[in-house]
């Protein structure tokens, strides 16, 4: 909880600002990206593979599949990710296939199955206000 400790931190110092406090505001500096599912830094039963350092490769090494590409992008580009594609390998092993993928997604939103999609298909998530904040 630490992470969600100090973006909160972050956010209510934005918000002292005049003129400034909406997620726009700090988003525009500063997004969170929580993983559901993965290990401390790799591994898990969740989607774990985004680019981060000690994982996998991910399937493509572009923004929006791999965190420090789309960071790249971020900075030298000024088109901040509106989410990262994160995969699951069948069995954590790249050549087994990927097994799921999913959005993750910028705090405070969280992924949500859109209707009946397939729930391996990052493509049938979208990014949602989480309902319990």
């Not at 909160?8 to 500096?29: A, C, M, T, Y």
Request: proline letters at 10%; a negative charge; one cysteine or more.
């Amino acid at each position: 909880m630490s992470s969600i400790d100090y973006y909160n931190e972050v956010s209510e110092v934005v918000r002292s600002k005049p003129g400034k406090g909406n997620l726009k505001d700090i988003q525009d500096f500063y997004r969170l990206f929580m993983v559901p599912g993965m290990a401390h830094c790799a591994g898990g039963a969740g989607p774990n593979v985004f680019g981060q350092i000690f994982a996998a490769p991910p399937p493509s090494n572009d923004a929006e599949h791999d965190i420090l590409t789309a960071l790249e992008h971020w900075v030298e580009h000024g088109v901040a990710p509106e989410r990262i594609i994160a995969t699951h390998y069948t069995n954590n092993t790249p050549a087994n296939g990927v097994q799921l993928q999913r959005p993750l997604c910028p705090f405070p939103q969280v992924a949500r199955l859109i209707g009946h999609g397939d729930p391996s298909d990052a493509n049938s998530f979208r990014c949602v206000k989480d309902p319990g904040e």
